[in-house]
């Protein structure tokens, strides 16, 4: 059964630093979206993507926060600088056109020190 | 707040029995959907259910919807370990944003 992929599992980074988080979306969906998730906290939408631009984004996706499909496959984010508040599990989703299933990611965690 | 909100925070009930949590949103909706989250780990979807339906079911889960009273309720039946997790709703926004409650940590004690 096909899945959404991500890479790395888990980042460890230093707080300034900037990080890319990856994502393959399944091969056939055409919109995308990351979320993030605090440790214990609500899952928050940050992004999604369609047809190579932004459809909508959340108040946190502020200008430190990029994403991209590079090629056919890949879906990235990028944080610019980061920072202590970052750290959180991301989640990367896909979905079919007119459909509103969205299928997740295993996430990766991010590490802000 | 536009988020859902889900009760009980925690529910830990012996395998077998069934699991019943509820979701209330304030907003209108284009459909209403559960999720399950094992500790740390991704989000699996379950079941999905839009506005104008009131009920739908996927082997021992059952989802209600009343958007009357802007709520929904998950029921697993015949609860097993396997089923320990948190429960997630996230309804559906107007421009197809997932707008998520702070789950339900469910224990299935053996």
């Known amino acids: ?113 | 707040s536009q988020q859902g909100e889900e009760d009980p925070q925690a529910l830990s009930i012996q395998e077998g029995e069934n699991a019943t949590m509820n979701c209330s949103y304030k907003t209108s909706i284009n459909n209403l959907q559960w999720y399950r989250q094992n500790s740390g780990r991704g989000l699996v979807h379950l079941i999905l259910i839009r506005s104008n339906e009131r009920e739908k079911h996927s082997g021992r889960l059952r989802v209600t919807l009343d958007t009357s009273k802007k709520s929904s309720s998950l029921l697993i039946t015949a609860s097993r370990a396997a089923d320990t997790a948190s429960y997630f709703c996230a309804r559906m926004d107007s421009n197809y944003q997932l707008i998520w409650g702070a789950g339900t940590k469910l224990i299935i004690k053996p």
Not at chain 1, 10 to 16: A, C, D, E, S, Y
Not at chain 1, 26 to 42: A, M, T
Not at chain 1, 87 to 106: L, R
């Open chain 1, 1 to 113: 059964e096909p899945e959404v992929t991500q890479t790395p599992s888990h980042q460890v980074t230093q707080m300034g630093q900037e990080v890319i988080l990856r994502c393959v979306p399944i091969s056939n969906h055409l919109y995308f979206y990351w979320y993030r998730q605090i440790l214990g906290q609500k899952v928050e939408f940050l992004v999604s993507f369609y047809n190579n631009e932004i459809s909508e984004k959340s108040e946190i996706f502020d200008d430190q926060f990029s994403v991209e499909r590079p090629d056919g496959s890949n879906f990235t984010l990028k944080i610019r600088s980061t920072k202590l508040e970052d750290s959180a599990m991301y989640f990367c989703a896909s979905s079919e056109p007119f459909n509103y299933e969205q299928f997740f990611g295993p996430g990766t965690r991010l590490t802000v020190l």
